[in-house]
């Protein structure tokens, strides 16, 4: 991408760079909200698997919507390779592409990219991403455990035009969906990102007609030098030093176990250098990840302890430097298998706030579930005779904090998307589900306690289906900070006919299920803050009476 020049001497005024910043700001929240009206899946429409971005002519990211915080690293790449491939995108174009080697995150992920015009000269791109709740390869929703190379996870989309000037390719479409379960469902999400990429095309060029190009250029510029400047201000608070952690992953899903992420953070004056030598090798389960989801973590990571607020735009990622080795698990090479690789981008980011926890104890948070626990089920909808597939990644527990108890049963980090409601699952899918609820006792004790874990039971009705999926912190348990407890791991279950619980694979690959059974899902909670010792009398009340808490616990942590 070509670097961004400095600021001119005829700079348009900070308050005008405000209001920029929020029309571009708002342009990506519009595509958003019209991508989650008109798609078909439950997991776009109702979880807002999604993000959408405005991005400047050179490919740099201006503004993205309050949406998947992990694409913003992607996005930004998604860009590049299209200009890389392709040359250039001429108007009417509409770019497709979801190989994480060029590009993409995971195959599941599917990239759109369109060029913005104005009198023949290009102003900008329109971009999003949606993850589809299915994209092939061997395993129903492509994100099970047990693959072992990309090829297995589903198909690889090049960078290529799925609109050429404003024409359908056609065959392009046909190959797309010939290749994945339930095309009609793929259909309606493919053309739901093509209205939001129409949709912000247009009001980028209302605002352009507002103002003017060399005004909206301008303003794309100093919107992202200005945020770098504001994230080189917050790196500066860091004290110079050198500040390192490591954590593990539970598994590959292939019988190897206890895999380390390692970091070392070294900063001095307003340069933060991240680097993860050291880090285990890319291995042959699916928790690969390839440098861009890292580079969105860390970047997470460093705007949600210093600054939260920050814009998402390339001077975010500007402002750190990675050093992350190539075929490690952190910056994997083809043809390694990434389809869980957010649960690895969830434990990098527990590696970042660990790391940096000593230098900020009164910012930092405990360990959060670290996982995108993922569970899908597939069979034949005994209403349609027709194919389905319920795709979810559920919640867990958010970290402690220092003045506050962590969240229960939320997306955290990384993921930023919805559990779905019952009502959702039930009426779309011949599912039934027979609990609900925050996993007693799963949080951290602490003087504030970790976020609580979900319990998820399903069963099919009426019919026979497979169920797969990929949980994280199930070996492992999230850590507690200066004296938390940590919170208590996750487990799949399966019940039979006979009501006995059986612990299933922690990736299982395809559990065939029958209506006399339940598969129960359990998620992570989460570590606390402080010694248990200091938790205020009232709060303890409180525990007490919620009810989601045993008398055994609360005697075990606080003697109550």
């Not at 169920?467 to 407890?485: I, K, L, S």
Request: charged share 20%; aromatic share 8%.
């Amino acid at each position: 991408m070509i670097p961004i020049g400095e600021i001119s001497s005829d700079s348009i005024s900070p308050v005008e760079v405000e209001v920029f910043r929020h029309l571009f700001t708002a342009l990506s929240e519009e595509m958003g909200a019209s991508l989650r009206r008109t798609a078909f899946s439950p997991n776009i429409k109702e979880r807002r698997d999604y993000s959408c971005a405005l991005f400047s002519p050179n490919g740099h990211p201006v503004a993205q919507g309050d949406h998947m915080p992990v694409h913003l690293g992607a996005m930004p790449m998604s860009v590049s390779a299209a200009l890389s491939a392709l040359g250039r995108l001429d108007p009417g174009d509409v770019a497709v592409l979801n190989d994480p080697f060029e590009g993409g995150t995971h195959l599941p992920d599917i990239n759109l990219a369109t060029p913005v015009y104005l009198m023949g000269e290009l102003q900008g791109f329109v971009c999003n991403i949606a993850h589809h709740a299915d994209v092939g390869g061997m395993a129903p929703g492509s994100m099970a455990g047990g693959m072992s190379e990309i090829y297995q996870e589903g198909l690889r989309i090049p960078v290529i035009r799925l609109f050429k000037k404003g024409e359908l390719q056609q065959d392009i479409l046909d190959l797309l969906l010939l290749n994945v379960r339930v095309p009609i469902e793929r259909r309606g999400d493919y053309f739901a990102q093509i209205s939001a990429c129409r949709l912000g095309e247009r009001r980028l060029l209302e605002v352009i007609n507002t103002y003017d190009p060399q005004t909206i250029q301008q303003a794309f510029r100093e919107i992202i030098q200005r945020t770098n400047r504001r994230m080189g201000d917050s790196i500066e608070s860091i004290p110079d030093g050198v500040y390192e952690f490591t954590d593990l992953m539970d598994g590959d899903g292939l019988g190897d176990f206890d895999l380390p992420i390692c970091l070392r953070v070294t900063v001095s004056n307003r340069q933060a250098t991240f680097d993860f030598t050291g880090t285990v090798k890319q291995v042959n389960g699916n928790i690969n990840t390839t440098l861009n989801a890292t580079q969105a973590s860390v970047c997470y990571g460093v705007k949600a302890l210093l600054d939260p607020d920050v814009p998402n735009n390339q001077g975010v990622l500007d402002s750190v430097e990675i050093i992350a080795p190539e075929g490690t698990l952190v910056n994997s090479v083809f043809p390694a298998p990434v389809a869980a690789r957010a649960n690895t981008c969830q434990r990098i980011i527990d590696v970042v706030l660990g790391a940096l926890s000593k230098a900020f104890p009164e910012k930092t948070i405990a360990a959060a579930n670290g996982a995108n626990t993922t569970a899908v089920f597939s069979g034949i909808d005994p209403r349609t005779s027709e194919p389905y597939l319920y795709l979810e990644t559920l919640g867990g527990g958010m970290g402690a904090r220092a003045t506050k108890d962590g969240k229960d049963g939320v997306q955290v980090h990384i993921t930023n998307t919805s559990n779905l409601p019952i009502e959702a699952i039930e009426m779309e899918y011949p599912l039934l589900v027979e609990e609900y609820s925050l996993d007693s006792d799963s949080a951290g004790a602490g003087q504030y306690r970790g976020g609580m874990g979900l319990r998820r039971t399903v069963r099919p009705r009426n019919h026979e289906c497979t169920f797969n999926g990929a949980g994280e912190r199930f070996r492992h348990q999230p850590w507690g900070v200066f004296g938390g407890e940590p919170g208590a791991s996750g487990r799949f279950l399966h019940r039979d006919e006979q009501g006995i619980d059986h612990r299933i694979d922690d990736k299982p690959n395809h559990l065939h299920v029958f209506p006399s059974d339940l598969v129960i899902i359990e998620t992570p909670g989460a570590g606390g803050y402080g010694p248990p010792k200091k938790r205020k009398r009232a709060l303890l009340y409180e525990d007490k009476r919620s009810g989601k808490f045993s008398e055994s616990y609360l005697k075990k942590y606080y003697e109550f």
